[in-house]
């Protein structure tokens, strides 16, 4: 059994079954590796400041080799004059592709009952950054008067994880996460054919390209 959202991306532990799907043992670890790194990043985009403040003290604290990677992701700090802080992600691009595949791979079998044919289909991967779900949320509520995140969660298409922590919504095949409302990762499922394998091929490169130095430009 696989977490697909992992309790690392969470402050909570998950309630039973929340986010889980069947995988190979193989499939498991792989995710598991990138999944503590991914919580940290989601956690550290937080609306939350006392959220923030705690799981970046605790991931550049640790002793046990994975400190490194967040010490140095602080160091790349740029208050900008916004007022926002940005920082560099410390995750290199094809490991961010992987992991974006292995959450199309989970949803899919949640939905279909049945594993992701990559013979039949190819994915749409796409990596979205706070700058981009900040500035849509300012859109939505001066447009709605409400708050997207939440609206978004009475979708009857949405699953809501850890209080909404975690949002997951999806039609058909087009799965959108969001994590801590501002990192989010954008699926679409296409059946395999020269056009779609293209786009595919396109949108992976321009993750590859721009996310350099673990940074999405």
């Given at each position: 059994m696989e977490?697909?959202?992992?309790?690392?991306?969470?402050?909570?532990?998950?309630?039973?079954?929340?986010?889980?799907?069947?995988?190979?043992?193989?499939?498991?670890?792989?995710?598991?590796?990138?999944?503590y790194v991914i919580g940290v990043i989601s956690k550290s985009q937080s609306a939350n400041s006392n959220l923030v403040v705690d799981s970046l003290t605790r991931a550049s604290t640790q002793t046990d080799?994975?400190?490194?990677?967040?010490?140095?992701?602080?160091?790349t700090a740029v208050c900008k004059p916004d007022g926002?802080?940005?920082?560099?992600?410390?995750?290199?691009?094809?490991?961010?592709?992987?992991?974006?595949?292995?959450?199309?791979?989970?949803?899919?079998?949640?939905?279909?009952?049945?594993?992701?044919?990559?013979?039949?289909?190819?994915?749409?991967l796409e990596f979205i950054n706070?700058?981009?779900?900040?500035?849509f949320q300012a859109s939505y509520q001066d447009t709605h008067y409400s708050n997207p995140f939440l609206d978004i969660q009475e979708n009857p298409h949405a699953e809501v994880i850890?209080?909404?922590?975690?949002?997951?919504?999806?039609?058909?095949?087009?799965?959108l996460f969001l994590f801590h409302h501002y990192v989010g990762f954008l699926i679409d499922i296409k059946k395999r054919c020269r056009r779609h394998?293209?786009?595919?091929?396109?949108?992976?490169?321009?993750?590859?390209?721009?996310?350099?130095?673990?940074?999405?430009?």
């Amino acid at each position: 059994m696989e977490h697909m959202i992992p309790n690392a991306a969470l402050s909570r532990k998950r309630g039973k079954g929340e986010g889980d799907f069947l995988a190979c043992r193989k499939c498991n670890s792989h995710k598991s590796n990138m999944d503590y790194v991914i919580g940290v990043i989601s956690k550290s985009q937080s609306a939350n400041s006392n959220l923030v403040v705690d799981s970046l003290t605790r991931a550049s604290t640790q002793t046990d080799g994975r400190e490194k990677r967040f010490l140095d992701m602080m160091r790349t700090a740029v208050c900008k004059p916004d007022g926002n802080i940005h920082l560099e992600i410390p995750i290199h691009a094809d490991d961010l592709i992987s992991y974006m595949r292995y959450l199309g791979m989970g949803q899919y079998f949640k939905i279909h009952k049945r594993p992701f044919n990559p013979e039949r289909y190819v994915m749409h991967l796409e990596f979205i950054n706070k700058q981009v779900t900040q500035t849509f949320q300012a859109s939505y509520q001066d447009t709605h008067y409400s708050n997207p995140f939440l609206d978004i969660q009475e979708n009857p298409h949405a699953e809501v994880i850890g209080d909404g922590e975690v949002i997951i919504w999806y039609k058909k095949d087009a799965y959108l996460f969001l994590f801590h409302h501002y990192v989010g990762f954008l699926i679409d499922i296409k059946k395999r054919c020269r056009r779609h394998t293209a786009r595919a091929e396109q949108k992976e490169a321009y993750i590859r390209k721009h996310f350099r130095y673990g940074k999405l430009n």
